[in-house]
Antibody, heavy 127, light 106 residues
Framework: QLQLQESGPGLVKPSETLSLTCSVS??????????WGWVRQSPGKGLEWIGS???????KYNPSLRSRVTITVDTSKNQLSLALTSVTAADTAVYYC???????????????????WGQGTLVTVSS | EIVLTQSPGTLSLSPGERATLSCRAS???????VAWYQQKPGQAPSLLIY???RRAAGIPDRFSGSGSGTDFSLTISRLEPEDFAVYYC????????FGQGTRLEI
């Protein structure tokens, strides 16, 4: 059965890079017909979509975070990674790994609803 | 960016009653690409409804979604004790944004 397991440091210093990994079991990221991505939840901003990747087809980012975010896949480990640079206290949140369906409009693929979520991992930004 | 506004912020009802939750978008959501999620304390959100009205796998038929354009709603026909939680709407037609949530309390 599908499992998404987030991992990474629970504490990151301001101005540094937040790095998280999502281990996916029971399906291959590279051969599945889904987007794989990240959503975060903080008390101040609620749920916020960070970005998603459809292997070898498309990567989409939240416009408000695009300049600081990179999402990649390690196919040998079947892991999804998130890197968020220059973090501040506003980046403190629970980070969820998600699977998203996709849809295709006339020109490109786009991520749809989040049909599967990991349990989430709390990341605190503090010195 | 499409801003989603959910109302009410908190809804107080009793088991057996009907609940109607609203989600209003700041602009038209193309193809009614709206989903609804339920979140219980200490858990991740879980998908209930997608494409405005399609129930996700395993979701009881007391949950239903409707709406189009800028106005969407989630209805729970007869509340069960396990339905008291926080509910979020989500649009994925233009990037991806979530509402701020409605807390459904006993």
């Amino acid at each position: 059965q599908l499992q998404l397991q987030e991992s990474g440091p629970g504490l990151v210093k301001p101005s540094e890079t937040l790095s998280l990994t999502c281990s996916v079991s029971d399906t291959s990221i590279s051969s599945s017909n889904y987007y794989w991505g990240w959503v975060r939840q903080s008390p101040g901003k609620g749920l916020e979509w960070i970005g998603s990747l459809y292997y070898s087809r498309s990567t989409k980012y939240n416009p408000s975070l695009r300049s600081r975010v990179t999402i990649t896949v390690d196919t040998s480990k079947n892991q999804l990674s998130l890197a968020l640079t220059s973090v501040t206290a506003a980046d403190t949140a629970v980070y969820y790994c998600v699977r998203q369906d996709y849809y295709y409009d006339t020109t490109s693929y786009s991520p749809g609803m989040c049909d599967f979520w990991g349990q989430g991992t709390l990341v605190t930004v503090s010195s | 960016e499409i801003v989603l506004t959910q109302s009410p912020g908190t809804l107080s009802l009793s088991p057996g009653e009907r609940a109607t939750l609203s989600c209003r978008a700041s602009q038209t959501v193309t193809n009614s690409y709206v989903a609804w999620y339920q979140q219980k304390p200490g858990q991740a959100p879980s998908l209930l409804i997608y494409d405005a009205f399609r129930r996700a796998a395993g979701i009881p038929d007391r949950f239903s979604g409707s709406g189009s354009g800028t106005d969407f709603s989630l209805t729970i026909s007869r509340l069960e004790p396990e339905d008291f939680a926080v509910y979020y709407c989500h649009q994925y037609a233009d990037s991806s944004t979530f509402g701020q949530g409605t807390r459904l309390e006993i």
